[in-house]
C-alpha cells in the first residue's frame, strides 16, 4: 500500500497539479461561455431534481476554492513555516466543510 501512495504522490507532483489549480483564471473562468452555459445547465437541472446535496456540496467546494485563495489563507505558510496565530480559523472551515458533508450524507437522509 505505501507503494501505491507513493506512485501516487510522484504522479501528483510530476504532472504539476497542484500548480495548474492555483493558476486558474477565476474570472476568466466564469465569463468563458465554453465553461458557463455547461454549469449553469448542470445547476439548473440540479434545481429541477431538487438535487439538495449537490447544490450544496458544488457551492461549498467552489466556497473553499475561493477560500483557499485570500490572502489569509495564503498567508499562512510563510517562508517555509506555518503560522501559528492562522491555522485555528483555517483548520475551523476545514471542519465546518466536514461537518457539512457529514450532515448531507450520513444525518440527513433523502
Same mark, same amino acid.
Given at each position: 500500500?505505501? =507503494? +501505491?501512495?507513493?506512485?501516487?504522490? =510522484?504522479? /501528483?507532483?510530476n504532472s504539476l497539479l497542484i500548480e495548474q489549480v492555483k493558476d486558474?483564471?477565476?474570472?476568466?473562468?466564469? !465569463?468563458?461561455?465554453?465553461?458557463?452555459?455547461? +454549469?449553469?445547465? #448542470?445547476?439548473?437541472?440540479?434545481?429541477? *431534481?431538487?438535487?439538495?446535496?449537490?447544490?450544496?456540496?458544488?457551492?461549498?467546494? %467552489?466556497? %473553499?476554492?475561493?477560500?483557499?485563495? !485570500?490572502?489569509? &489563507?495564503?498567508? %499562512?505558510? %510563510? =517562508? @517555509?513555516?506555518?503560522?501559528? @496565530? *492562522?491555522?485555528?480559523? #483555517? &483548520?475551523?472551515?476545514? /471542519? &465546518? &466543510?466536514?461537518?457539512?458533508? /457529514?450532515?448531507?450524507?450520513?444525518?440527513?437522509?433523502?
Open positions: 500500500m505505501p =507503494d +501505491f501512495l507513493v506512485s501516487f504522490f =510522484d504522479l /501528483i507532483n486558474v483564471d477565476f474570472k476568466g473562468l466564469f !465569463t468563458n461561455p465554453w465553461f458557463l452555459v455547461p +454549469f449553469i445547465g #448542470v445547476v439548473g437541472w440540479w434545481c429541477y *431534481k431538487q438535487a439538495f446535496n449537490n447544490l450544496v456540496l458544488l457551492v461549498l467546494v %467552489l466556497g %473553499l476554492w475561493w477560500f483557499s485563495g !485570500t490572502p489569509y &489563507a495564503q498567508g %499562512l505558510v %510563510l =517562508d @517555509g513555516e506555518i503560522q501559528a @496565530g *492562522k491555522i485555528l480559523p #483555517v &483548520a475551523g472551515v476545514g /471542519i &465546518a &466543510a466536514l461537518l457539512v458533508v /457529514i450532515y448531507l450524507f450520513f444525518i440527513r437522509s433523502d
